[in-house]
Each structure stands twice: as C-alpha cells, then as structure tokens.
C-alpha cells in the first residue's frame, strides 16, 4: 500500500480499552499504519462526536475519510479491505464457528467475568465466579490447536486477548484466582502463547500503568474496594 | 441448486419468533428450500440440546448436518453460501454501514421498544415510549431509499423486520402509537414496503393468531396487564 493511503487509517480511541485494543491488534496483524487520536472520554472531542453521533464511543476507525463504529463491525471492516493475513478462515461454516466464538467471548464471557470485580454483594459475587468458571470450560473445551484461529491469531483470538490479558487484570485487583493451570490447563497455556506472540507484546499497554488506571476504574464503579 | 442438497437445510424454530423469522426470510430470499422444524421451548428437543447445547435457543440453521446459530450470525452464513440476491452490498464500506444498522435494531431499537409493552412502572414506561420516538427518529433519519438496502431488501431490511411487524403488534397490544406516519413518514411507507413485499408477505405468520400467542407473552411478562 502507498504511504499517502496508509495515512488516511486513523482510530480514535483510549489506552487499555480492549474493545480499542482488538482494533489495533488486527491493524497490526495486517500490517496497516494508522495514527491513534487518544479520546478523553470525560471531554470527548467533536470528531468523536461527528464521526459516532449515535454510541459517541471509541473505537472509531477512520479510512478515507469514512468512519466505521463498534468494534467487532470494525474487525470486519478490515478483514474485507486489508487481504493479506487473513484473521477469519475462508469457509462460510469455519466463519460462521469463529463468529459465534466472538459472539460469546464478547457478549457472555466478558460481561459474566466482569461481574466477579464489580458486584458487591457477596452471594451475587460467588454466583458470579461459579459463572465464570464455567464460561471458562466452554472455552476450555473448545480449545483445539494453539490458537483459537489454529496456527495463527484468529478473530476469536483477537477479541480473546480481553480474557488474555484483562481477565489476569481483574483477578489481580479483586484478588481472585479464575484462570488457573490446573483448571483450565489448555485456555491458561493459550494466554500465554497469546500475550507471547510479538505484535501482542509490542501492542499491550504497559502493565504498570493500565493496572493502576484500571483499578482506578473498577474502584469507581464499585466504591468500596 | 440439486435437490438432494436443498433437502439437507433444516431450520430449528418457533412462529412468530421476529429471530427465526428473518432466517426464514433470507432463506426465501435466496431461493433455498428448507425444512422447519418447530420447536416447543417449554420442552426443548434432544435435537436442539444437541445442537445449541451453549445458548438452547432458536434459530439453528443446520445445512448438510453442521448447525449454526445466533440469528447474524445465520445471517451472514447465508449470505456467503448461497450467493444469489445479495443481502449486503459488496463494497467493505457500505457493508460496515448494513451491519452497524443491524446491530443498532438488535441491541438498541428493539429492547428500548419492548420496554414500552413489559415495564409496569409508569415513569419507567414514559421513559422508554420517549426513547423509543429517539431510536426511531434515527432509523428515520437513516432511512435514503425505498428499502435501507437500496431498491431491494438488504441485511437491514431483514433484522427490521421485527420494527415493520413486531413493533405495530407490541402498539396494538399495548395501546400505544410509536411510529406514525406525522412523526416518521419515510419509515412509516418503509413498514408498508416491507409487509407489502411479496416474500415477506408469504412468509410472515398469520397476523391474529399470532397476535394472539404475541399478547399471551406479554401477558406473562407483565402479569398486571
């Protein structure tokens, strides 16, 4: 791709979203250049209220002066205009698997996990951890190669890095144990081949920072932690 | 398409769900024969167990024995296997667009409208009929063409069709009037384009019974109504 296209991909959005981060990732995997405008979501910018009117949330991909909300619309976008490292198989039913798995991580896993750091009562709490232990099977008993996406990070894996790599997050603030070795022995050795793999690495936010910004977060939304 | 190989589509479903129904729809699109088999969600079949064990939920497309479900998910299984009458346009940017809409009428437009019909507490429910004139302005304002998809029915026009015959359903019901031809004009002669199409008027449910078994729910939802 010619420089001056490259320079036309922007993304709005903020450091240690994992809804901004699956975007960046696939960006990377597909080699695309682009330039981070980092939103300030307690003053969100014009642009971000021009380009998202409807959500006037990040992340928002730009290309060619066209703006593309909602993340896992987003990844779509990019698999059909970047070819190259193909992050959905090529087969309607493999897609349509992938797609499902997305749905899952996104829709079930995340929201179910997210409960065990942000609900204080404490029976709410434990129903919330058993949840989790099992959307984590389901997980774990779909786990069949190194990545969800077989050799390669996938679709799956890429809205999965939320599990990867913010699930050991909220464990570590709410100190809590869910993904362990002995539980989930394949879906544990899969975050770490996960945060392992070099455009991961090279993506992440700094952990230091994140953690201390993401408690900060969970402790708003939940104030006595 | 051989015969042998229409035989082996099978749809896993309930009349008068709007999820089932925009499968069913595309399936007719696409010229694809298919079996429905009727599911009693009281008691769910060893079939559907077997082949939704995560979610247990209708629709489940099943072609040549592999079983795909969530409904866009379906949806989008059908537009790349079959590849006659195009739901989605082909351009990666138009076909953001199509899906971002789609999820739009999913997750916001059609919880926002059937909190009108299932709230009791008043204040609650003035809230939610003034969204709900808010999520349809939108829809109004989006609205360029005959259809959303252009001059034919696209993705958009499909999942909306839980706004074109769900929502006067849920009005009837409830007494209420939401999208009238003053407030929205352009969506208001969309519905009657949509319900007056001859595919969408083949396959849609017979308008009392259903209106029948649609009230018993809401009956249910909201006991005092």
Redesign the interface.
């Known amino acids: 791709m010619a420089e001056n296209e490259e320079e036309k991909v922007k993304l709005l959005g903020v450091v240690g979203s994992p809804f901004v981060y699956r975007v960046q990732l696939a960006l990377k995997l597909k080699g695309v250049q682009y330039e981070l405008l980092e939103e300030n979501l307690e003053h969100k910018s014009q642009l971000l209220l021009k380009y998202n009117p409807?959500h006037k949330k990040v992340p928002v991909l730009v290309?060619d002066e066209?703006p593309?909300?909602?993340s896992l619309?987003?990844l779509?976008?990019i698999e059909?205009?970047w070819k190259g490292n193909p992050i959905l198989p090529q087969e309607?039913?493999s897609?349509?698997l992938a797609?499902?798995w997305t749905?899952?991580i996104d829709e079930k896993c995340m929201s179910t996990i997210w409960k065990t750091a942000t609900t204080l009562d404490e029976k709410e709490r434990e129903k919330a951890i058993e949840e989790s232990h099992e959307v984590l099977q389901?997980l774990e008993n779909e786990l069949k190669d190194k990545f969800f996406g077989g050799e390669t990070l996938g679709l799956v894996d890429i809205v999965g890095t939320c599990v990867a790599f913010w699930l050991p997050a909220i464990e570590q603030i709410v100190g809590l144990e869910l993904l362990t070795s002995e539980k989930f022995p394949k879906l544990y050795n899969w975050t770490h081949q996960v945060l392992n793999h070099p455009f991961v690495k090279e993506t992440l936010p700094p952990r230091e920072p994140f953690l201390a910004a993401f408690k900060a977060r969970i402790q708003i939304l939940t104030p006595s932690k």
Do not use: D, G, L, S
Request: charged fraction near 30%; avoid cysteine.
């Open positions: 409807i290309h066209n593309i909300t909602e619309v987003i779509e976008y059909e205009t309607p039913y897609r349509a797609r499902f749905k899952f389901i």
